[in-house]
């Protein structure tokens, strides 16, 4: 793919302070960009050093780029997806893809007919962190078995109409998803919330079908305007935890010693990670352990080598249909 093969549908917050950063620290440049109106759109180009501006995306799908990246309104997002995979184009979209599982399957089933590369902004799978984590399950296996879990996303919304299912879809829904990474497909899910309002409440607790259960809060509160997110795993041997992205904490249970007693001694050990603290990050650290420049770079690269993508339009399907069962749960009280 040449360097000037990008293409960026939405020049919002998110895209501007996110994803196109994650392309310059790539050294990839953004050939055209494309908003809702002219005027947004050459200022958002001459900001992101972009030739060229449309102020109607499908414009821009007849321009020479290979792949597209959309930061846009979530309700629309499968039919610009759909537009871009009928142009022939590889996407990279945001979440949510799709408010339904149907409309979820149906542009899953485009991608595989179209034989292009769909790519959902899941973007916690790269989470230096959260990756830590991942790793014990699948890779080194040093704890031994995962056996449950207590998680918490607590982020305000304020907005009007963002009730449960908004809430969950537009927001939380990286943490569903980054439940299914890791435990796999739920199998059964009890619900109960206590929202009001904008004001969302909600606790879960999920069985998996690796055997794995756990709890699951959300907070769309005005306690939580900072943004908070924590995850704890046990294992057989230990246990793990992710605090707030930055901190990854393991504990590995310490190995009884004939004629001890474990609480005479101080043997209790955990090991703590977190990242250099420096100012010669430029301001770029938080895009790495959020796990922007992660999924940017793991989208472009299965772009150009023809492979696989974990969050990909098929799986995402699976996540929009778990945020369906947690819903449907809390209806179920």
């Not at 792949?67 to 537009?83: K, L, M, P, Q």
Request: charged letters at 25%; a neutral charge.
């Amino acid at each position: 793919m040449s360097e000037t093969g990008i293409g960026i549908i939405g020049a919002g917050v998110h895209m501007k302070a996110n994803i196109a950063p994650s392309l310059f620290r790539l050294g990839r440049r953004i050939a055209a960009v494309a908003t809702a109106h002219p005027e947004t759109a050459q200022a958002a180009a001459n900001q992101l050093h972009a030739p060229k501006y449309f102020g109607d995306y499908r414009k821009m799908l007849e321009a020479p780029i290979d792949v597209v990246f959309i930061a846009t309104r979530g309700e629309d997002h499968a039919r610009i997806v759909s537009d871009c995979l009928a142009a022939g184009k590889h996407v990279f979209v945001d979440k949510p893809l799709g408010l339904t599982e149907p409309q979820a399957r149906a542009v899953a089933e485009q991608a595989d007919k179209a034989q292009r590369r769909v790519a959902v902004g899941f973007m916690k799978r790269y989470a230096p962190a959260y990756v830590r984590l991942k790793e014990l399950m699948t890779g080194s296996r040093e704890l031994g078995k995962a056996w449950s879990f207590r998680a918490m996303f607590a982020i305000t919304s304020g907005r009007e109409g963002w009730v449960d299912e908004k809430y969950l879809k537009f927001g939380a829904i990286h943490y569903v998803d980054l439940l299914r990474h890791y435990f796999g497909e739920p199998v059964e899910v009890l619900g109960l919330c206590n929202s009001e309002g904008v004001k969302v409440d909600e606790a879960y607790v999920l069985r998996f079908d690796s055997g794995v259960v756990g709890s699951l809060f959300l907070a769309g509160l005005p306690a939580w305007r900072r943004h908070y997110e924590e995850i704890t795993v046990t294992f057989e041997d230990g246990f793990a935890q992710v605090d707030n992205i930055a901190k990854f904490v393991m504990h590995r249970e310490a190995q009884s010693r004939v004629g001890v007693i474990r609480w005479q001694e101080v043997d209790e050990r955990d090991e703590v990670f977190t990242s250099v603290g420096t100012s010669s990050s430029g301001g770029w650290k938080e895009l790495y352990l959020n796990g922007y420049v992660g999924e940017v770079e793991a989208f472009l690269k299965a772009v150009e080598q023809n492979a696989d993508i974990s969050n990909s339009a098929t799986d995402n399907i699976r996540t929009v249909k778990m945020c369906d069962s947690m819903l449907e749960a809390l209806k179920t009280r």
